[in-house]
Each structure stands twice: as C-alpha cells, then as structure tokens.
C-alpha cells in the first residue's frame, strides 16, 4: 500500500486529494498545525481513515517528525496562507509560510531519504509535490499561460509562491529529488473557502434567496479567471507523481471568465436579479490586480492525460445548489422552499459542514 503524506489536509485540496488516494488504496497522512484547530474535526468526520500528524511548515523540527511518523512514498505540500488579499497586510508571514516554508520541508524530505547534497546521494525515494499557482504569472507576459511563460508576480502571495517553485525545481536539479510543480489555475467547490470570490458569491445567492441577506458587496467584477472544479485538479497532483521524471505542469481549463459571469450565472440559478443585490466597494479593490489568467495546459493534456471534467456552468450550478442545500438547513422546517432547482450537472462534491452563517461572516 503507497502511503501518502498531505499538508494543508484541512483544506479545500487537501480533503480532495485525500478522498482521491483513499480510493486508490493509499495509506493517507494528513498534518493539521495548532492548537486544538476547529477545522480538525471536519477532516475527523469525513476523512476517518486519514491518519492526522502534528506540524507546521514555520517549525522545521515539527516536520522532520512529521516526515518520520508518516514514513511517506509521496508527499503533497499544499499548505499555505493561501488568501492573496491577506498578503499584502501580512507579507513576512505569508513568505515564511509560502516560500521558506517549501525549503523547509524540502530539506526535512531531504533529511529522510538521507540525501546530503550531492546528486550521487540521490533523494529519490520519495516524491514531493508542490502546489505552485497561477498568481505567479499576475501581470501575464502572455496569454494564455504555459510552462515556459516568465512569472510577474503581483502580490507578495505570488512572489512567495514563484521563490517556493524555483527552490522546488532547485532541489530536484540539484539532488536529483523527485519533485514537481503543479501551476494550478483558480480551483473551486462547495469545500472553498468562504472568502474566495467564488464562494462568495455562492453563499450569497443562497443567503439572499432565503431571506437572510439583502446585498452582496464585491471588487473588481472585471478580472478574469480560468477557474475549474478542485475534484479535477486533485487528479492532476497525482498523475505528476506517477511519471517516469519529475516536471513542472500547468493545469486549467483553457476558458476565462469574469468575475460578473460568476455573478450572473450564480444570481440566474437561483432565479435572482443581480442587478437588486449587489454593489461594488473599494474596499476589495487590490494595491495590484491579476487581470487575466487562462491556461494552456496542452502538456498536461499530452504526458499526463489529464482533462477536466466539470465546466465552468457546471461549477457554478454546482456550488450555488450545495449552498442553497446548506442554507435551507439551517432554517426551521416551516421556512424551508419546497421546490428544489433543477440540476444541469451532477454534482461531484457535498457541501461544507461548516455553518454557512460563519463562513460569511467570516468573509464580510
Ligand atoms: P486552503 O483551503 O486555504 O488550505 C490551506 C491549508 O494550508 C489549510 O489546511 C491550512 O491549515 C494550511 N496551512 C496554512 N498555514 C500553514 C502552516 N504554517 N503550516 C501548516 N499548514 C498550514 O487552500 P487550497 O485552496 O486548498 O489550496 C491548496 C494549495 O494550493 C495552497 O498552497 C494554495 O496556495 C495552492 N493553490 C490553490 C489554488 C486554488 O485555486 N485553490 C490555485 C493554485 C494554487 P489551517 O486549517 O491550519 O488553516
Ligand atoms: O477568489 P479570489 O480571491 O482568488 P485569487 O486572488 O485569484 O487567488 C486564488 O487563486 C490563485 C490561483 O490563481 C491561488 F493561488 C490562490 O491561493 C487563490 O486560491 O479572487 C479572484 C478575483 C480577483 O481578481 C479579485 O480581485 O476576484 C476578484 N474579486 C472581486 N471581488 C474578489 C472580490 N475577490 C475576493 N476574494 N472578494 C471579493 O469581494
């Protein structure tokens, strides 16, 4: 049985590529950091076979043990402070997380398999992935983007993701470690974060149709996203561990969007005006923005036989139902709409356990 190790297990990746290698056989380690973490007991519940390991990509000594504990074949770094707003109020921490981070768990990988810095003492033997992102190319020298695009990072979160993905390709051109890149474009599901725009959005609609909000306030509606389903994308990561040689992918589905095309299609499944509903603030407005991402992920398509398989109505009717689900939930049963909206797609994920009450406020 391969036995996996996921950091950043309690989030939206994480529990998708969790489930995705419990259901090809793997033995599945997953590092949760902090003290008594609420988000703990979601993995708990729907993960249980998930063995849980303590550590935190800021303690190099945590993750030695970690390493130690989980003994994995692959491991998949997926941990990050992975809000892009949030990186300009706190640039230091997000590069000690995003970047240094990388390095080290890099050398704790390095310390396990015993490879000590020459390409003679190879480190391979375990696989590492790193989970390297788009906003790496923020003010694109080309569209759409490929492998070999010049990153412009825009945000202190994507110049710390660009100096995480060259040391990961450092490592492996320098010990020989199997090590990949995975420059995923924007990836969404009922499991997203509340105050990713997607969500967002999604959570709004189905607050608004229920009574419980009157207004969504947004940024820009005019950046552009090649946005897919976090399912599709959780293949991806794995596919690139399975390869005879270890390389750099981009993965997307090679159409863009606005954010107001989210907005419109969201608000239309569930029979809103988003005309009445929502307004435009300055204060999600960025210092710099990422204006337009689509992803040429032929390389992918070609060595890996990767495809999406969930396109972008899909995705938002998918997450526009789980939330309307979610919500009615949460009212009393007298209160609850009677009629359901039809689906145009099925659905590949549940929604959140959390609260849908909490998330928004968290994201307000
Ligand atoms: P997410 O839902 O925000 O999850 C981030 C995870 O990182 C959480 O489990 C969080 O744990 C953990 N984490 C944060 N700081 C940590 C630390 N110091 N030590 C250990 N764990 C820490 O992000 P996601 O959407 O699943 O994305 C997964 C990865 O892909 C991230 O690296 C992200 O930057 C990258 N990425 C995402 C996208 C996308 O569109 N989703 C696209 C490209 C790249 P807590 O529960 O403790 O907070
Ligand atoms: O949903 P977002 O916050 O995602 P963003 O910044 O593209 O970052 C996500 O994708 C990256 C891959 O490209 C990941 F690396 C990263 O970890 C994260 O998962 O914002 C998307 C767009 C932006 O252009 C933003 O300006 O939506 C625009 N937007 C407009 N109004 C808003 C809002 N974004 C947020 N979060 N909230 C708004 O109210």
Redesign the pocket.
């Known amino acids: 049985m391969p036995r996996a190790l996921i950091?950043?297990?309690?989030?939206?990746?994480?529990m998708y590529l969790a489930e995705h290698l419990l259901g090809l056989g793997y033995d599945v380690s997953g590092?949760?950091?902090?003290q008594d973490?609420p988000?703990r007991r979601t993995v708990e519940a729907l993960l249980p076979d998930v063995r849980l390991v303590e550590?935190?990509?800021?303690d190099a000594t945590s993750l030695r043990t970690t390493l130690q504990h989980a003994q994995p074949d692959e491991v998949y770094n997926?941990?990050?402070?992975?809000y892009v707003p949030y990186s300009w109020g706190q640039s230091e921490v997000t590069a000690a997380?995003?970047g240094v981070?990388v390095l080290r768990i890099l050398d704790a990988v390095r310390a396990l398999t015993g490879a000590s810095g020459s390409r003679a003492n190879s480190g391979a033997g375990v696989r590492f992935y790193q989970?390297?992102?788009?906003e790496m190319f923020g003010l694109a020298q080309e569209t759409p983007q490929r492998e070999t695009t010049p990153f412009h990072p825009r945000s202190p979160y994507g110049a710390a993701?660009a100096y995480a993905h060259y040391i990961t390709v450092n490592v492996r051109e320098s010990y020989n470690l199997f090590a990949c890149g995975g420059i995923?474009?924007?990836?969404e599901s009922p499991r997203r974060?509340a105050e990713f725009v997607t969500r967002k959005i999604s959570l709004a609609v189905a607050r608004i149709k229920a009574g419980l909000q009157d207004e969504l306030v947004l940024g820009n509606l005019d950046a552009r996203r090649d946005w897919g389903f976090?399912g599709d994308y959780v293949r991806a990561m794995h596919l690139m561990l399975q390869q005879d040689a270890p390389d750099d992918f981009v993965i997307g589905t090679g159409e863009t969007h606005t954010v107001r095309e989210f907005v419109d299609l969201a608000f239309a499944r569930a029979g809103l005006d988003p005309e009445r509903y929502v307004r435009v603030d300055a204060e999600f407005i960025r210092p710099a923005e990422v204006d337009v991402l689509l992803a040429d992920a032929s390389k992918a398509h070609r060595v890996l036989g990767w495809r999406p398989q969930v396109d972008f109505a899909g995705l938002v009717d998918m997450m526009v139902d789980a939330d309307v689900a979610a919500v009615a939930r949460t009212l009393p049963a007298g209160e609850r709409p009677v009629r359901r909206t039809e689906r145009r797609t099925v659905p590949h994920a549940e929604p959140e356990p959390e609260a849908p009450e909490t998330t928004q406020e968290r994201a307000a």
């Not at 989970?131 to 788009?134: K, R, V």
């Open positions: 950091t950043g297990i309690t989030g939206q990746d994480g590092m949760v950091r902090g973490n988000k550590g935190d990509l800021l997926l941990a990050a402070m992975s997380i995003n981070g989970a390297s992102s788009s993701k995923l474009f924007n990836h974060g976090a």
